[in-house]
């Protein structure tokens, strides 16, 4: 990747497939970034660039880069894929450009104590993956027709979403009086089945019905 391309890009602001980074000061916080991207739609982690956009640099790019890339073999599983390319800026700095493609072993976590950690990218934002998720991550990479069928659970859903628009894990257990793995489980299948859509979110996702065409 050029400087001319680097800047182009940072000038477009962090977004759904774009992050920056001044430098790699907690490269176990960083790669959080990296794996939200490759769970998501994949993206640039661009490094030695100000939040604003403005390319300022960063010294001894080629320290950054090691830190970060030891990291990513260190703490994330399954073995993320990627490229990176770094650019000088005067002697002393330079940018950085990592790019992720969309995963296809997705998803991809980090290791962190006793529990494994998923993030997905959430317009500007990675947030972690919740249980619902992670598990359609892991089914959608390799999609069947899952069978909808039609009962009693299912009608209290559509019908709470014609009322309210869009509806919690939580609030459609209670509604439809199911224990939460149930629950769970019935949203994440009418995900797979392209019947819902999901939307991750910091506290707490919610889903909505799946717009014809999207």
């Known amino acids: ?23 790699i000061a ?18 640039t982690l661009l490094v ?16 950054e ?7 990513i073999k260190d703490l994330i599983s399954p073995l993320l894929e990627y490229q990176v390319s ?3 800026l005067s002697e002393k700095k330079g940018v950085a450009a990592f790019l992720i493609p969309q995963s296809k072993v997705r998803p991809h976590y980090i290791q962190e104590k006793q529990r494994k950690q998923a993030f997905v990218r959430v317009a500007d934002r990675s947030v972690q993956a919740s249980r619902e998720v992670w598990e359609i991550l892991k089914r959608g990479r390799d999609p069947k027709d899952t ?14 979403l014609e009322e309210m628009g869009k509806i919690t894990m939580k609030e459609y257990a209670r509604l439809a009086k199911l224990p939460y793995f149930l ?9 797979l089945a392209n019947v819902l859509q999901i939307h991750p979110q910091e506290s707490e996702d ?3 019905l799946k717009e014809v065409g999207a």
Not at 48 to 63: N, P, W
């Open 26 to 43: 907690f490269p176990e916080k960083v790669v959080r970034e990296l794996v939200a991207l490759a769970n998501t739609a994949g993206g």
């Open 48 to 63: 030695g660039v100000d939040d604003d956009g403005t390319v300022s640099g960063q010294r001894f790019i080629e320290e």
């Open 147 to 160: 069978v909808f069928t039609y009962g009693k659970k299912e009608e209290i859903l559509m019908k709470s």
């Open 86 to 88: 770094s650019v000088k």
């Open 1 to 23: 990747m050029t400087l001319q391309e680097i800047k182009t890009l940072a000038a477009k602001g962090e977004g759904l497939t774009l992050e920056f980074k001044k430098k």
């Open 65 to 71: 880069v090691f830190v970060l890339e030891k990291a």
């Open 206 to 208: 919610y889903f909505t």
């Open 183 to 191: 629950a769970s489980k019935t949203l994440v299948r009418l995900v």
